[in-house]
């Protein structure tokens, strides 16, 4: 085989190969900073094991943690569901009288906030540094 004809199929590999793998490259949204605050039955959400979640059409959520009312990081840039949770431990579960296992964590937010939540926002690619949203717990 002469060097010219190596070359070119070389060449034709790895344009074959390059054709592929842009067609069928995964999808990457752009992050962007975000700063905030969440407000708990309308105060500062101070709770020690609160989060919010950002989450993005086909992106695993970017979560955040809430200390002292406010959170920071980076999410997914564009169209947003968010969710807030905050969590404590649960009641043990009883069996004969007695507490059986570890008691499992739960998420004390209403879930119009939390898990069926209705809460948007929208990320530009500069960030967004004055995110507000107002939660209640469940009653």
Not at 24 to 47: F, H, I, Q, S
Not at 91 to 109: L, Q, T, V
Request: aromatic fraction near 6%; include cysteine.
């Amino acid at each position: 085989m002469t060097k010219s004809c190596l070359t070119a199929g070389l060449l034709a590999l790895a344009m074959f190969t390059l054709g592929c793998a842009g067609a069928n490259a995964p999808k990457v949204v752009p992050k962007a900073d975000v700063a905030g605050t969440v407000t708990l039955d309308g105060k500062p959400m101070e709770e020690e094991r609160g989060e919010i979640h950002f989450i993005a059409g086909g992106e695993a959520p970017a979560i955040l943690p809430i200390k002292g009312g406010k959170f920071e990081g980076k999410v997914p840039a564009g169209e947003c569901r968010v969710e807030v949770r905050a969590w404590k431990k649960g009641e043990p579960i009883m069996m004969d009288g007695k507490p059986f296992g570890e008691p499992k964590d739960e998420n004390y937010i209403a879930e119009q906030f939390s898990e069926k939540s209705t809460l948007k926002a929208n990320v530009a690619a500069a960030g967004a540094k004055d995110l507000k949203f107002e939660v209640e717990k469940k009653k």
